[in-house]
């Protein structure tokens, strides 16, 4: 998104909004009231200025958090021998309350606080646009859903900080009710505002349809998803890209190769422009290919890859007699097999490849604008494949994983190659989507939202129930003493 000029004055008067500062901070400023509501929200400009900054706000929340709680915490990846720290206690699902990196929610909650302030302002503004107001429910949803997956539960406001008698200091609102009494309601009003049906970096209706399609699952609601998922579909906006060129431009974006992300899968992409946001790099280079690796490509999900797709002519032959071998050209070699395999992989040995779908070659951390890819037709396809299957129309989702294989040049699938029950197809289909969204930030959810984490981890190490939720950050609960830690921490 071209963030507008006017975003910083609205960053200004806005920068109260809540989660912004700490508590204590937040008493040595001057309330939002003193500033005064009257030298903003007054025109239709206003509004995309504010919407604007709490895009903005989403960049800041988001830039390694959306990998942070929804990859390494999964059988995707290994930790680096070479760095130790923070980050390293994810893949080993070891975290600590002092783990300020992961767990503060400073940024998520100045996401909310923006929100909050667009959601109260905008109907007393005549001339706006429904979609806006459609947007800033879709990205107040987003970051609660985000708080009751990471947290379980977490404080909840739904209108902004006006002053200093506001209730600072409030306790953790339970998950359900976050649900039932500001995600579900927000999403389907974002449904209603929003008419515009697909554009990447923001929310339109096909991204509104992904996100309530994701926490329908969440919930296990498999028929709302399914419809959700259907209804997406039928804005015949997205469609699967059908060759390795066209694969790898939905994720590569990389400077120095002349490389830009693109696509007519990307249905929601949080965007980064280093010479153009205030909010510096993307966080993704430095994840997943700085030079000093914190993570490895996990072993288990590379030969768990090489036993679905052989890599060499005999044991392709052996697998898929019917379907002849891939060949697939990376560098100057030729190889065998699912080339989204080799394309995500650096190459070197198994065990110490980085992730390198996103980019190549090493540079600067400072120079990395790739955006984060939220929503991918391919994915919901997938995941429509999951709703499918716990439907028991084990059928439709056998044709759903057959026409994603389809476009990557992969063999068709059929219900007997998935499984003899439920629990086996789920189980084939969660692979499919590993492989096809393996480091974009779906994993770790994909596992959780199926109650599947100690079946994947399994020769990794297990995670108590208890530990499936991340712990508050021990700074929050030093500035509030309504907060309660969650239990196993």
Request: hydrophobic fraction near 40%.
């Amino acid at each position: 998104m071209k963030y507008l000029n006017k975003v910083l004055s609205v960053l200004a008067i806005i920068s109260l909004s809540l989660g912004f500062v700490s508590c204590d901070e937040f008493l040595d400023e001057q309330p939002f009231s003193q500033v005064g509501e009257t030298q903003f929200w007054q025109t239709a400009g206003d509004v995309e200025s504010g919407i604007a900054a709490t895009y903005d706000a989403m960049q800041q929340a988001y830039r390694t958090k959306h990998y942070l709680w929804g990859e390494f915490r999964s059988d995707n990846h290994i930790a680096s021998d070479r760095v130790s720290g923070a980050n390293s206690e994810l893949v080993t699902n070891n975290l600590t309350p002092g783990n300020s990196s992961v767990l503060r929610w400073n940024d998520l909650y100045l996401m909310i606080g923006r929100a909050n302030l667009a959601i109260q302002q905008i109907p007393d503004i005549s001339g706006v646009d429904d979609n806006l107001l459609g947007e800033a429910y879709a990205m107040r949803a987003y970051a609660y859903f985000d708080a009751v997956r990471v947290w379980g539960s977490a404080p909840l406001y739904t209108e902004p900080v006006t002053g200093l008698d506001q209730d600072l200091k409030r306790p953790q609102t339970d998950g359900q009710t976050l649900l039932n009494d500001v995600v579900i309601p927000d999403m389907l009003r974002a449904e209603e505002l929003i008419s515009i049906p697909s554009r990447e970096f923001r929310f339109s209706k096909a991204s509104v349809l992904a996100f309530q399609a994701h926490v329908y699952m969440w919930i296990k609601d498999y028929a709302k998803a399914n419809e959700a998922m259907q209804k997406l579909i039928d804005l015949n906006e997205y469609s699967l890209v059908t060759s390795e060129s066209a694969w790898q431009e939905l994720f590569l974006n990389d400077l120095n190769l002349g490389k830009f992300q693109t696509g007519p899968e990307l249905i929601f992409s949080i965007r980064y422009d280093i010479l153009e946001d205030g909010n510096g790099a993307s966080g993704i280079y430095s994840l997943f290919f700085a030079g000093v690796p914190s993570f490895f490509i996990s072993p288990q999900a590379e030969f768990k890859w090489i036993e679905k797709f052989p890599v060499t002519v005999e044991d392709w032959t052996a697998k898929y007699p019917d379907f002849d071998p891939p060949m697939v050209v990376v560098g100057a070699d030729t190889l065998i097999g699912d080339y989204r395999y080799y394309l995500t992989r650096e190459d070197r040995s198994i065990g110490e490849a980085r992730v390198a779908k996103y980019n190549k070659i090493n540079f600067s951390n400072n120079d990395d604008d790739t955006n984060i890819s939220v929503y991918r037709y391919a994915g919901i396809l997938l995941l429509k494949a999951l709703a499918e299957n716990r439907l028991d129309n084990p059928e439709a989702a056998a044709a759903l994983v057959t026409q994603v294989r389809n476009a990557r040049g992969l063999p068709p699938v059929t219900v007997e190659d998935m499984g003899d029950d439920m629990d086996g197809r789920e189980n084939f289909i969660l692979d499919e989507r590993q492989f096809e969204l393996f480091a974009e930030g779906d994993r770790w959810w994909d596992l959780r939202m199926t109650d599947k984490v100690n079946v994947a981890l399994d020769t990794i190490g297990q995670v108590t129930d208890e530990r499936l939720l991340f712990p508050v950050w021990e700074g929050h609960l030093i500035d509030n003493e309504n907060l309660t830690q969650n239990p196993g921490y």
